[in-house]
């Protein structure tokens, strides 16, 4: 098995560069100028890929352009990971993986594969491949780099995972009208000088006459709108970032005090919901928690 590997600092949080991993951007300028085309797993998830998603493209190198079709299995604040499913290789792994602080984030790209044809056909594979995709991991850190430091001086929206007895509770928004009828998760808007621990307890507080515990992170950052700047990064806009958090008392009884509607629902029903486009793209991450609990 034949493995490329580079490595880039970026000065994002974790979950932050997370996100920017997942943007159709990052993938279509890493690959170049092959054509690609994106086959969606889940609909109306928007500019980030979610596991399930296919990417299809050509590979460049002169004289082999020959189709590849890769789907994404993984996509989190650790890690971001797909495979081969047709192509001219046996097997062909990417990896992206993530390791920092709430400031800076170490991202190691690898590739793996395994060429046809025995030694010969590995020969050739490196020879042709190894250079090409040097350029094409480099390409793609620097995109994430940009994104991710865009994206992470924009406000940010807390959301909060209130998990118990293995359910999340979901709340149905009633305006604006855009979104009314659409669920989401407790939260807001992080208020100047305010930590994004407190906001979640606060809006808690708000939202659902509940005390919460805030206990980590789940899930990569969403960006949340932005409007396009001629450099082709988006600009404005806002950034979701989801907490988990536990009830402080053991019965607890949330109240819909600002929503329409509030929802305990098991994983089984996670992708069933109309979730707003934001929070569909963390569903995946969201089921995870689940079965976790
Ligand atoms: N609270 C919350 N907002 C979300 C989620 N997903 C998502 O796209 N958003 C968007 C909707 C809004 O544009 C923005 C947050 O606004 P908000 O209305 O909930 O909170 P806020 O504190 O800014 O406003 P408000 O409570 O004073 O009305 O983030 C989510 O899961 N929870």
Not at 134 to 140: D, T, V
Request: hydrophobic share 40%; aromatic share 4%; charged share 25%.
């Amino acid at each position: 098995m034949a493995t490329v590997r580079s490595t880039g600092w970026i000065d994002a949080p974790v979950n932050t560069v997370g996100a920017a991993l997942r943007h159709t951007r990052t993938a279509e300028r890493g690959l170049g100028a092959s054509r690609v085309v994106r086959g969606r797993a889940a609909a109306g998830t928007g500019e980030l890929f979610v596991p399930g998603d296919e990417i299809t493209f050509r590979l460049p190198p002169a004289g082999l352009s020959v189709g590849m079709r890769m789907r994404l299995e993984r996509a989190d604040a650790q890690a971001l990971s797909s495979v081969l499913v047709q192509g001219p290789l046996r097997q062909l792994r990417h990896e992206s993986m993530l390791a920092g602080t709430n400031r800076r984030t170490l991202v190691t790209e690898s590739l793996e594969w395994t060429a046809p044809f025995g030694a010969f056909g590995r020969l050739v594979a490196t020879a042709v491949l190894r250079r090409w995709i040097l350029g094409m991991l480099a390409q793609r850190i620097g995109t994430v780099r940009a994104l991710a430091q865009e994206w992470a001086r924009r406000p940010v929206v807390v959301g909060t995972a209130i998990v118990h007895r293995g359910r999340l509770l979901a709340q149905q928004r009633h305006y604006p009208a855009r979104h009314a009828g659409r669920w989401e998760l407790p939260g807001g808007r992080v208020e100047p000088g305010e930590s994004e621990h407190d906001a979640v307890v606060r809006e808690c507080k708000e939202e659902l006459d509940l005390e919460v515990v805030p206990t980590g992170r789940v899930g990569t950052d969403v960006p949340i709108g932005g409007e396009p700047s001629a450099a082709g990064v988006s600009a404005g806009g806002m950034l979701l970032r989801l907490y988990t958090a536990e009830p402080a008392e053991p019965s607890p009884a949330p109240r819909a005090v600002e929503h329409r509607a509030l929802r305990w629902v098991d994983a089984s029903e996670l992708a069933r919901l109309d979730w707003l486009e934001t929070d569909r793209l963390l569903v995946h991450s969201l089921r995870r928690l689940l079965h976790r609990h």
